[in-house]
């Protein structure tokens, strides 16, 4: 598996989860990172994303609710969710570009629900 989704669960609404992805070592050169999500019935779409130079991009939907980070040394990115609502049910999915394309990782499902 070259990219490593985790930390997905059941949360109240108004509630925090911290999505992690882990790339594997044979993934060189990455240029951005990023996390998308897809909910039953609609097409998958845009969360955040973070260039190599630190740019951050977020969808209107999450601004001031998701914070999106990497760390480098580790191969890794992360999705820190705050505030959370029952619209933001989805599988999450996070993804990585470079010089040879996209790689997706699994998808973790995130269940927000009193």
């Known amino acids: 598996v070259q990219l490593q989704a985790s930390g997905g669960g059941l949360v109240q609404p108004g509630g925090s989860l911290r999505l992690s992805c882990l790339a594997s070592?044979?993934?060189?050169?990455?240029?951005?990172r990023a996390w998308y999500r897809q909910s039953p019935g609609n097409q998958r779409e845009f969360v955040a994303s973070?260039?190599?130079?630190?740019?951050?991009t977020y969808a209107d939907s999450v601004k001031g609710r998701f914070t999106i980070s990497r760390d480098i040394r580790m191969n890794t990115h992360y999705l820190q969710m705050s505030n959370l609502r029952p619209e933001d049910t989805a599988v999450y999915y996070c993804?990585?570009?470079?010089?040879?394309?996209?790689?997706w990782g699994l998808g973790t499902q995130v269940t927000v629900s009193s």
């Open positions: 993804n990585i570009g470079n010089h040879l394309g996209e790689v």
């Open positions: 070592d044979s993934i060189r050169g990455i240029k951005i």
């Open positions: 973070i260039t190599d130079g630190g740019m951050v």
